[in-house]
């Protein structure tokens, strides 16, 4: 049996169809059983190609039922990419299985989407022997579309048209190709035409008569009213251009037309607008009148031209109802485009529309409600059964700042009073989510690998004394040598309170971590630790758990206080009594400077050149006369490309009342959400905005990337951000758009992802805001020799903030743009904001 293992595990095809050959079924079920046993020895072992063919080849050839075969060949180490499907057959009609069938089914059921793709010809291959109908589940027809649609570099397959004409899957599959989401990323392969491969078979197969056109036409459009990702509908709407329908078939399906023309993605909509144009008087006008209303208000500026110009001609073709048509083009009287604006009230006037005159009323000021204080922290954990749902919810995911916290908290108090019913529920949690104590040089930097080994203390599971003494390690490292190592200040200080907190664990009755955030924002209450220090009273503190506790203290003087904790009398009171009369985080000096890419390295380095050429970042000096003894206050800004190691999270919470300090330590990866993409960086802009004390230079910076942002979602927390700023009187914003337009001009953001979060400040009741900002980035843009894209629609906004507003602000460099003359875009706009500022 052993030899019979070894031939399978080295993929010796030959050796294992010998070793079958004349075998009985209980010598080859035996078989079977030693060849399941050691695939799930081998549980790091990866079946290739050949290994793969050699395992299904031995699993039909030895196990009893095909439940347990597709088991077998759909574990996730099997990969059944480029496997033939002959060998298994051949064996399965030696041995006189009629179950192959219903392998491939289970196969299709149970691979996940990527695999399914890859071993798709095996899975097909194993019905087509069997003359069995194809599966219709979603993976399997994503399989299917792939093979029609991937790539033949050699050109030694039949053009498409041919294999799809013989293909005896077509009709079952064919119709699922328009219900499964995201199958058209499958077609978008292409055979040396792109996109258009399938569909131009598809086109061709109806034209010939094998398909039914009305119903592939039908089937087109219920796929594009479902709607998908842009690549997935790419395919589709090739297919219906191809079609190209004739007018009444247009006609029996205009209301279609026009929901894909009001609500469908941008070209889904310029398809269904081109379509019916195209095909004439064909849809009900009150239905045509309804739906060109909703794309006048669409963001798409092509699409909404269009719209305007085939209202225009339908008014002209139709006098009788040109008055109507009017009443539809005022529709676009709030469009942010003002040339559209503009374009569309003139038509509507011309086609005898006539508005009401609207008085707008002017306000000098923001309407922003008062700004609220950061949300209490939640109360600590009450219960054992609370802490181990808590642990298992952040063993899922990640662990955010907040929940460390309070689970540390909960750990340290009631791991101490309720040792062994914290590690009875605990142990089980560990060990399902198989948690295990971390390399040292991932929990170097990672406050989350860190946390399980105090996790595992807990739960009394693992070498303690070996715990023990790391634990005693990290705390007897210098500060110099943390510092030498480049761990992120965060990260050491997290390092040092859970190395802390995982020997407070041999306590008893511990009350808990005095650094515990009264605030979200991570900030504590001085009262509120001070009464902490007090129940204390003369039992030792812990360096590590008040050295942040006095980090998160808001950087105000509260001599009164002070008092108090200094007559306390102990340790502990006398050092919260000088965190309170301000005399140890001073506020650094910041400095503005531009940093160029890392060296490029020796080996192949792909990543470089695709990095940016500059950033504008900001460095942090504390005064000459102070000792920087938390490695906080300093800061030399890294070169683009410097690895960074996700730290970004933690600073909020270990500074709550130091803003500056913190923008300029997460300004490089919100640079990078700007510049490389980087995603999910929003919620740190909110943090900052949460945060308390002078943000300086480096939160202006942060506003302004914020704003440049690649992702929406990042952009909306910057929009959010700036107006909790601004609510709270805390936003420089001729500062920030200074840096904003100063950048634009330089190429290290891209301008237009900022018109739309200013332009939602404006009808959010930050008018003046965004108009100081606009005020603040105009100049050195006009200025530039070719004004970057996106500077006509900044114009375009601040002509709508100032009139919002009635605030006259001079703008440099705006006259000698007017004075240009011409009719580009940029002229027009300028000229606008003239008037403007002239009314």
């Not at 990543?607 to 970042?617: E, G, M, N, T």
């Not at 190429?747 to 965004?770: E, F, H, I, K």
């Amino acid at each position: 049996m052993t030899g019979f293992v070894e031939a399978v595990a080295r993929g010796r095809m030959s050796k294992v169809r010998s070793a079958l050959a004349g075998l009985d079924e209980p010598a080859r079920r035996a078989l079977g059983d030693e060849l399941v046993a050691d695939v799930r020895r081998r549980r790091d072992a990866w079946w290739w190609q050949g290994e793969a063919a050699t395992l299904a080849v031995a699993a039909v050839g030895t196990l009893s039922t095909p439940t347990k075969v597709a088991a077998l060949l759909g574990r996730r180490s099997v990969w059944l990419v480029g496997v033939d499907a002959a060998p298994v057959v051949d064996v399965a009609r030696e041995r006189g299985v009629t179950w192959l069938a219903d392998v491939a089914y289970k196969l299709a059921d149970r691979l996940p989407r990527d695999r399914m793709v890859a071993g798709w010809r095996f899975v097909a291959g194993l019905l087509l022997a069997e003359k069995a109908p194809p599966s219709t589940a979603d993976d399997f027809v994503r399989g299917w579309a792939a093979a029609q649609g991937w790539p033949d570099p050699r050109g030694t397959r039949p053009p498409t048209v041919d294999r799809l004409r013989a293909d005896p899957f077509l009709d079952a599959l064919l119709p699922r190709l328009f219900e499964v989401d995201g199958v058209g990323t499958e077609l978008d392969r292409g055979d040396g035409t792109g996109t258009e491969a399938v569909p131009r078979a598809l086109t061709a197969l109806a034209a010939e008569g094998r398909l039914d056109r009305a119903v592939l036409l039908n089937r087109v459009l219920g796929r594009l009213l479902r709607g998908d990702r842009p690549s997935a509908l790419r395919p589709f709407l090739v297919l219906h251009d191809l079609l190209a329908p004739a007018p009444d078939e247009v006609a029996v399906r205009s209301s279609a037309y026009l929901r894909l023309l009001a609500d469908g993605p941008g070209p889904v909509a310029s398809a269904a607008q081109r379509t019916l144009r195209q095909a004439g008087d064909v849809a009900e006008p009150e239905a045509l009148w309804e739906a060109a209303r909703t794309v006048l208000a669409r963001p798409e500026k092509a699409l909404v031209r269009a719209q305007v110009s085939w209202l225009d001609r339908l008014a002209r073709q139709h006098p009788d109802r040109a008055p109507q048509i009017g009443a539809v083009l005022a529709a676009a009287a709030d469009h942010p485009d003002a040339g559209l604006r503009e374009r569309a009230l003139t038509l509507a006037q011309r086609h005898g529309h006539r508005p009401v005159a609207v008085t707008r009323v002017a306000e000098a000021r923001d309407d922003l409600p008062p700004p609220l204080p950061a949300a209490a922290a939640p109360p600590p954990i009450a219960e054992v059964d609370e802490l181990v749902e808590e642990v298992a919810a952040a063993l899922r995911g990640q662990w955010p700042t907040a929940v460390l916290e309070r689970v540390v908290e909960g750990l340290v108090r009631l791991g101490t009073r309720e040792r062994d019913r914290v590690a009875a529920a605990l142990a089980p949690v560990l060990r399902r989510a198989g948690v295990a104590e971390c390399d040292e040089s991932w929990g170097r930097f990672l406050p989350a690998a860190q946390v399980n080994g105090l996790l595992l203390a807990a739960a009394g599971i693992g070498d303690a004394t070996r715990r023990r003494d790391h634990w005693a390690s990290v705390l007897a490292t210098s500060r110099s040598a943390q510092a030498a190592s480049g761990r992120p200040a965060p990260t050491w200080l997290y390092r040092l309170r859970l190395a802390e907190a995982g020997q407070r664990l041999a306590g008893h009755d511990d009350p808990g971590l005095m650094s515990a955030p009264t605030s979200t924002s991570g900030a504590i209450e001085p009262a509120v630790l001070y009464e902490r220090l007090a129940a204390l009273g003369d039992r030792p503190h812990w360096q590590w758990d008040c050295t942040q506790a006095f980090l998160r203290l808001p950087a105000v003087v509260d001599e009164p206080l002070a008092a108090r904790a200094e007559a306390l009398g102990t340790t502990a009171g006398i050092e919260l009594a000088v965190w309170l009369r301000g005399e140890v985080v001073p506020v650094p000096a910041q400095e503005v400077v531009t940093v160029g890419r890392r060296e490029r390295s020796r080996a192949y380095d792909w990543a470089y050149d695709s990095l940016p050429d500059r950033r504008r970042l900001v460095a942090l000096t504390p005064p000459a006369d102070v000792d920087d003894r938390f490695g906080l206050l300093t800061l030399a800004p890294p070169a683009i490309g410097t690895r960074m190691f996700g730290t970004v999270d933690l600073w909020p919470a270990v500074l709550p009342g130091h803003r500056g300090v913190v923008a300029a330590q997460v300004l490089p990866e919100l640079a990078m959400a700007a510049q490389e993409g980087l995603g999910g960086r929003g919620p740190v802009l909110l943090a900052l905005a949460e945060c308390t004390g002078a943000g300086g230079t480096a939160l202006d910076l942060a506003v302004a990337y914020g704003l440049c942002a690649r992702h929406e979602a990042d952009r909306v927390a910057a929009l959010d951000a700036l107006l909790l700023l601004a609510a709270a009187g805390d936003l420089d914003a001729p500062r920030i758009g200074r840096h904003l337009g100063e950048m634009g001009t330089q190429g290290q953001v891209v301008l237009t992802r900022a018109v739309t979060p200013l332009r939602d400040a404006v009808a959010a009741g930050a008018p003046l805001s965004a108009w100081r900002l606009l005020a603040g980035a105009l100049p050195p843009l006009l200025a530039a020799p070719a004004p970057p894209r996106g500077t006509p629609d900044l114009l375009a906004l601040a002509a709508e903030a100032a009139a919002t507003t009635g605030v006259r602000i001079e703008v440099p460099g705006l006259a000698d743009v007017v004075a240009r003359g011409g009719g580009s875009r940029l002229v027009a706009e300028a000229r606008r904001l003239t008037t403007a500022l002239a009314a």
